[in-house]
């Protein structure tokens, strides 16, 4: 009898956890007019890990990412705590949506979402911490732009890793100097109309905006 009863309470357990397990899409839309999210970072992960505290210093991971567009660092860290990632490869253009599908578990019940906006000097937009609702049905969320505060905005074009737009001037002078040291919403590009001189290199017709950036749409099965 006890064989019996053992052998009961673990097949109620094994279908327990397969019950708590979730399959999700997860699709990220860029509201922006000009500028382009790097590769994705997706994370279905515990709720004790997240990529950044607002008004506190960068890790160095995410000022890679934010600095870089690389999310190895970040990704590396949600593994340590088992989570399931996955990445969106390639550009998320001005107007275009990135989707992917997730498994989640009792486990990892928290979504983050990371990309860095080009062109920006720190910019990055993220979904941070979220939990993942029980109940299936779809969920829409709008973000917001972040600066890592680990470079100061100069808005100058050597100081960007890239421009995929290639809308950006040349022979500024530079827009800030400050590195803020924190991370907090961010201002948007500055820019201006002067493509070979003036503080930023950044057309302030194409390269500018305002939160939210992107919107997050969950699906939960």
């Given at each position: 009898?006890?064989?019996?009863?053992?052998?009961?309470?673990?097949?109620?357990?094994?279908?327990?956890?397969?019950?708590?397990a979730?399959?999700?899409?997860?699709?990220?839309?860029?509201?922006?007019?000009?500028?382009?999210?790097?590769?994705?970072?997706?994370?279905?992960?515990?709720?004790?890990?997240?990529?950044?505290?607002?008004?506190?210093?960068?890790?160095?991971?995410l000022?890679?990412?934010?600095?870089?567009?690389?999310?190895?660092?970040?990704?590396?860290?949600?593994?340590?705590?088992?989570?399931?990632?996955?990445?969106v490869?390639?550009?998320?253009?001005?107007?275009?949506t990135?989707?992917?599908?997730?498994?989640?578990?009792?486990?990892?019940?928290?979504?983050?979402?990371?990309?860095?906006?080009?062109?920006?000097?720190?910019?990055?937009?993220?979904?941070?911490?979220?939990?993942?609702?029980?109940?299936?049905?779809?969920?829409?969320?709008?973000?917001?732009?972040?600066?890592?505060?680990?470079?100061?905005?100069?808005?100058?074009?050597?100081?960007?890793p890239?421009?995929?737009?290639?809308?950006?001037?040349?022979?500024?002078?530079?827009?800030?100097?400050?590195?803020?040291?924190?991370?907090?919403?961010?201002?948007?590009?500055?820019?201006?109309?002067?493509?070979?001189?003036?503080?930023?290199?950044?057309?302030?017709?194409?390269?500018?905006?305002?939160?939210?950036?992107?919107?997050?749409?969950?699906?939960?099965?």
């Amino acid at each position: 009898m006890k064989k019996t009863l053992t052998t009961s309470l673990a097949t109620l357990a094994l279908m327990s956890s397969s019950l708590l397990a979730q399959d999700i899409d997860v699709k990220v839309v860029n509201n922006t007019h000009g500028i382009y999210f790097t590769p994705l970072l997706v994370s279905a992960h515990p709720a004790t890990t997240s990529m950044f505290t607002l008004g506190s210093a960068a890790s160095a991971n995410l000022k890679a990412m934010a600095e870089g567009g690389s999310t190895t660092g970040l990704a590396a860290d949600f593994s340590l705590e088992n989570a399931n990632n996955t990445n969106v490869t390639g550009l998320t253009n001005p107007g275009a949506t990135a989707m992917v599908s997730l498994t989640t578990d009792s486990a990892n019940t928290h979504l983050s979402i990371g990309a860095m906006m080009l062109p920006t000097n720190d910019g990055f937009i993220a979904l941070n911490n979220w939990e993942i609702p029980a109940t299936p049905g779809t969920y829409t969320i709008n973000i917001n732009a972040y600066d890592a505060g680990t470079e100061a905005n100069t808005e100058i074009i050597t100081d960007i890793p890239a421009d995929p737009g290639s809308h950006a001037g040349t022979g500024a002078t530079g827009v800030s100097t400050t590195v803020e040291g924190y991370v907090h919403i961010h201002r948007g590009n500055i820019g201006d109309s002067n493509a070979t001189g003036g503080k930023s290199d950044l057309d302030n017709a194409s390269q500018r905006w305002l939160n939210p950036v992107a919107q997050v749409i969950v699906t939960v099965k």
